[in-house]
T-cell receptor, first 109, second 113 residues
């Protein structure tokens, strides 16, 4: 399968911005996604970006895509304690998704 | 729509027993995926179906695992016989087509003792 890599942990203070990074290997990916997983729950689709875009903003979420470097990031503005969760990036190649290892975000009050 | 529905939410069984996990995808979705999540290996795709037909089962760990999709609204993942190393959270997901994103169920937490 394709390699999708993320750092494992991130801690931020409440009210600060969080930036979660992801790198992928398949340059033919058509869509890239961010999912959020809260404890004991399934993965929830947060946002996605089409590969011909370089930025997408949705309220507190900003997705940046650098296709040349195969780098995807998710910025969460004004991070709240409710944002504490594991965040997965995923790339879609054809009908299959390849998920990263997930980044565990801890928000410190 | 109630989303992707999985049952049971939790399953505890003894080694050697048969385990059946169930999934009801979102109505109209023509792709269905089974994933396994563990701390050590993260999310692993086990198998996926398109229009009830298994397309890729290369992620199924071994012959003890089998999956079926007898109709568009139901799929099962069976483990027989179960082993302690099968303990994990098993997720079912469905999608309409690539690009739409998957919708995940809440998962079944399986513990084999």
């Amino acid at each position: 399968g394709e390699d999708v890599e993320q750092s494992l942990f991130l801690s931020v203070r409440e009210g600060d911005s969080s930036v979660i990074n992801c790198t992928y290997t398949d340059s033919s990916s058509t869509y890239l996604y961010w999912y959020k997983q809260e404890p004991g729950a399934g993965l929830q689709l947060l946002t996605y970006i089409f590969s011909n875009m370089d930025m997408k903003q949705d309220q507190r979420l900003t997705v940046l895509l650098n296709k040349k470097d195969k780098h995807l990031s998710l910025r969460i503005a004004d991070t709240q304690t409710g944002d504490s969760a594991i965040y997965f990036c995923a790339e879609a190649t054809g009908n299959q998704f390849y998920f990263g290892t997930g980044t565990s975000l801890t928000v410190i009050p | 729509d109630a989303g992707v529905i999985q049952s049971p939410r939790h399953e505890v069984t003894e080694m050697g027993q048969e385990v059946t996990l169930r999934c009801k995808p979102i109505s109209g979705h023509d792709y269905l995926f089974w994933y396994r999540q563990t701390m050590m290996r993260g999310l692993e795709l086990l198998i996926y179906f398109n229009n009830n037909v298994p397309i890729d089962d290369s992620g199924m760990p071994e012959d003890r695992f089998s999956a079926k999709m007898p109709n568009a609204s139901f799929s099962t993942l069976k483990i027989q016989p179960s082993e302690p190393r099968d303990s994990a959270v098993y997720f079912c997901a469905s999608s309409l087509s690539s690009g739409d994103g998957y919708t995940f169920g809440s998962g079944t937490r399986l513990t084999v003792v």
